[in-house]
């Protein structure tokens, strides 16, 4: 048996990674309110109104892990803005924890993922019609009024889709997934950050206040359109700016995972619970290990 190390180290996205990044879009937008702006680009979701179409959740993962391949590397979501904390147990079994990604405003936007997603909707073999791809485009058009309309935008560089695995959270992992993304923006040459929260999001808030973070915008976002939608009244937006105190090591390489512990809509158990992501890691040794002092089987 192999060497426990439990241990994290953060690395750049790679393409292995997908289906987890997949699972973090569509969570970290979802926020506190169980609803996000892909569930409603699908349909799903909006106060007290059915669903339109049959995209499960893990549809949508699954699509949206799909894009995270697909798009531009220059789009918000590409696998390599991603920054990965993984969970290592021994040299070849490993599994992601926590991500998020980071962009210059001016190469990227929500706007363009969509529009890859349609045009990758209107392929085989979904086979949208130009109609339906329009019809959920304007599904998102709430957005329009959910945000503050006093910012400068120009030369920032921008975070989001931070997602921290439910089982590791209050272990400060999304601190250390912006810190990361912080020094990410340094080498970018950019100057400011801002990253968003949702109106209401007290944990999300709190954590970047920790990291230095204030409110960029003195207009109160209220938009009851987007309540309706996704359960709270807007998005703020938090700005700070980053210095030479941001600077540490670089983001390790991308590291692809193990071909035979990585399996498409596979399960891997974690804490003694089997646990599922759509379109899924597989990471199951079904050894004892010793972590922490306790045995356990992975």
């Not at 329009?134 to 030369?155: I, V």
């Not at 998005?235 to 210095?243: A, C, E, G, S, V």
Request: aromatic share 12%.
């Amino acid at each position: 048996m192999s060497k426990c190390l439990d241990v994290t180290r953060v690395r750049r996205g790679c393409p292995s990674d997908a289906p987890f990044l997949g699972l973090a879009i569509r969570e970290s937008e979802r926020d506190t309110h169980g609803r996000g702006i892909w569930d409603i680009y699908f349909g799903h979701g909006g106060k007290d109104q059915p669903p339109v179409t049959d995209y499960s959740s893990a549809a949508v993962a699954s699509l949206l892990a799909e894009v995270t391949l697909k798009c531009s590397p220059r789009d918000l979501y590409h696998y390599s803005n991603f920054v990965v904390y993984e969970k290592v147990f021994s040299e070849t079994s490993a599994y992601p924890i926590a991500c998020g990604t980071g962009f210059r405003s001016q190469d990227s936007s929500i706007t363009d993922t969509a529009a890859t997603l349609s045009a990758l909707l209107q392929l085989p073999p979904y086979s949208w019609t130009r109609a339906e791809t329009d019809k959920a485009l304007g599904r998102l058009n709430f957005l329009e009024t959910s945000y503050p309309s006093d910012l400068d935008f120009e030369n920032k560089w921008m975070i989001e889709g931070v997602y921290v695995d439910e089982a590791h959270r209050r272990k400060g992992y999304a601190g250390d997934v912006t810190s990361a993304l912080l020094n990410e923006g340094l080498n970018k040459g950019c100057k400011d950050c801002l990253i968003s929260c949702a109106v209401g999001n007290e944990a999300a808030f709190n954590c970047y206040k920790k990291l230095g973070f204030e409110l960029a915008s003195v207009e109160e976002v209220h938009s009851e359109e987007c309540f309706a939608q996704v359960g709270c009244y807007g998005f703020n937006y938090l700005q700070r700016q980053i210095t030479v105190q941001d600077a540490r090591g670089p983001v390790g390489e991308s590291r692809p995972l193990p071909v035979e512990q990585y399996h498409a809509y596979g399960k891997f158990k974690k804490r003694n619970r089997e646990v599922s992501y759509p379109g899924g890691d597989y990471y199951d040794t079904k050894q004892e290990q010793t972590i922490g002092g306790k045995k356990r089987r992975k």
